[in-house]
């Protein structure tokens, strides 16, 4: 069992990283792989709805997008992880998840998603609103805690202090864990849900 987890930090060792510690100990206390791969510190460019991943599979920029979907496909559980920035995710996250959401067409219907959100003081809560729309787009169900998956600080590390933070991430990671487990037992008694074909309608018509 394996969990993909994406830091959208620039700081190698920053709070997003302090907070990101937490989750992965309960991982691996649960027995579940994790990988975190850091994207905040890359160049990666935004969606530019050139459309070609339809056709080729991919996206049509080469970089740690396309490295990730494999990842991804391999994984049961996915957690997001930002900075907010400007009371949003931080920009490259974003480009990062636009594209890897929009150019894979692999089924990522009970993979599980889960997002965290650190800063200094505000915009946690519309940056947590944020990162789940893409969870649910895509059938994933979002894992929760005992508290919105925020944590506070502002200077690299400063988040290690925030006790209630790494809490509600530790048992987040926990029920997440649960989740997984539970969505493969499931899978292996009554399979995926029934899919329909997609209809898809431009507002109105
Ligand atoms: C461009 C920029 C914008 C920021 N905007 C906010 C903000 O809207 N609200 C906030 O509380 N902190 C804001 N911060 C502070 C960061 O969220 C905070 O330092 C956080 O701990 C950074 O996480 P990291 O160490 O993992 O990179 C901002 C920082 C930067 C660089």
């Keep these: 069992m394996k969990v993909l987890i994406i830091n959208g930090s620039p700081r190698k060792d920053g709070n997003t990283?302090?907070?990101l510690n937490e989750m992965t100990k309960i991982f691996e206390e649960q027995g579940i792989e994790a990988e975190v791969v850091q994207i905040g510190n890359k160049d990666v460019r935004g969606c530019i709805a050139c459309g070609s991943c339809?056709?080729?599979?991919?996206?049509?920029?080469?970089?740690?997008?396309?490295?990730?979907?494999?990842?991804?496909?391999?994984?049961?559980?996915?957690?997001?992880?930002?900075?907010?920035?400007?009371a949003s995710a931080n920009a490259t996250l974003i480009a990062c998840?636009?594209?890897?959401?929009?150019s894979t067409g692999f089924d990522k219907t009970?993979?599980?998603?889960?997002?965290?959100?650190?800063?200094?003081?505000?915009?946690?809560s519309a940056t947590y609103d944020e990162l789940n729309k893409y969870f649910t787009i895509s059938g994933m169900p979002v894992a929760s805690s005992q508290y919105w998956n925020s944590v506070h600080g502002r200077l690299p590390g400063?988040?290690?202090s925030d006790e209630e933070g790494l809490q509600t991430l530790r048992v987040l990671a926990r029920n997440m864990s649960f989740?997984?487990?539970s969505i493969a037992l499931g899978k292996e008694q009554f399979g995926l849900p029934e899919k329909e074909e997609h209809i898809f309608t431009n507002f109105v018509k």
């Design 110 to 124: 009970m993979k599980v998603g889960a997002s965290v959100v650190v800063a200094r003081r505000g915009g946690l």
């Design 179 to 181: 989740l997984m487990k």
């Design 17 to 19: 990283s302090v907070a």
């Design 54 to 86: 339809a056709t080729k599979g991919k996206c049509v920029f080469d970089d740690v997008v396309n490295e990730l979907a494999p990842k991804f496909e391999e994984a049961d559980g996915l957690v997001v992880a930002s900075p907010v920035y400007y």
């Design 97 to 102: 998840l636009d594209r890897l959401f929009y």
């Design 158 to 160: 400063e988040a290690a």
